[in-house]
């Protein structure tokens, strides 16, 4: 019976270790429920879960972040965790990309919004996602063209450029804002790229992320290119169609596109 006493009591101190480890401000139990003492549920549990779940691609088709979460969704975002996450996501791209002998057709699809550039300011005046996307006060800030680099997908941007890889931006921007994006990323560093692919939203009236995305993939496969890598904050960048060799999923907790 002692046996079993001390047991117990080494998984419980590992477990409350391992909690302090991560800053995680209560103790983690083995059984504890998702409830507290009180049974009220515990919002800091619920957000980060709900946040794994739209990382994950089970939470889907969200119109706006859950209220409760927005202080939980800023901190993310301002703190280190927000970069060191997109900080390993552009690691493991490059040594992927490493590995490979590159050749005159390959590319690299990079996607723009919450992916090379960041809207952070943005949002951070807009409840960081709580409020439902307004598109004309998103594309006013859009063609102020100030919005700086996401810093480790520059530093990827670069390793991959110094590789020999040739880069693609592809993009859910309209048409009548290809001017400024293009100003916008020379400014935020991203010096050199072998196409913009902004959105005719004539062509692809009525269509999804996914199909506008797969369908211009499509078409830089028929022209002889050979996409070795795929890097996005949306699933949309990275389903569907002609997603290439690998796919990079970099976080974004703050909005959906189907």
Known sequence: MKVVVLLVAIIVGAYQCHGSEHGANFQVFPLRMKTGLGGHYIPEVSCKSWRLGVEAHNVIDWKSIPEEC????????L???Y???SKTVCREAY???KTLNITAKDIWVFDID????SNLEYYADHGFGVEP???TAFNEWVNLGEA???PESLKLYNKLVGLGVKIVFLTGRPLNQETVTTANLKHAGYHTWLKLIVKNTTLYSGTTAVTYKSAERKKLEE???NIIGNIGDQWSDLLGTNTGNRTFKLPDPMYYIS
């Open 70 to 77: 927005v202080g939980y969704i800023g901190n993310y975002l």
């Open 83 to 85: 970069r060191s996450d």
């Open 114 to 117: 919450e992916t090379t550039l």
């Open 148 to 150: 700086p680099a996401l």
């Open 133 to 135: 996307y307004n598109e």
């Open 79 to 81: 703190g280190d965790q």
């Open 223 to 225: 022209e002889g290119y």
């Open 95 to 97: 040594l992927y990309a």
